[in-house]
């Protein structure tokens, strides 16, 4: 889980350290983000879901920062990130 104030988002970064091949799915409430993705944006709004898996698994991903004033509903952006994790 992570909580965005508005303006702050999560740098460009790849998850290679994860050993699972299964999709992450990514749900946000709050302000408007750009998600980022190998190299391409897409505009999250509020109760939106992002599902990525196959060969974006590893891509390159971020969050441009949150955008003030586009949520009645929080001031900033909560997202839940669920993902399978395998251990060693």
């Known amino acids: 889980m992570n909580f965005y104030p508005p303006g702050k988002g999560m740098g460009q970064h790849v998850d290679a350290e994860e050993e699972s091949e299964n999709a992450v799915v990514s749900l946000s409430f709050g ?25 974006a698994r590893r891509a390159k991903h971020g969050v441009l920062g949150a955008r003030k004033g586009t949520s009645d509903l929080l001031d900033g952006r909560l997202n839940i990130t669920m993902r399978q994790m395998e251990g060693s």
């Not at 408007?32 to 879901?49: E, K, N, P, Q």
């Open 31 to 55: 302000q408007d983000a750009i998600f980022r993705i190998a190299g391409r944006d897409t505009l999250l709004l509020s109760g939106d879901v992002v599902v990525f898996g196959g060969p």
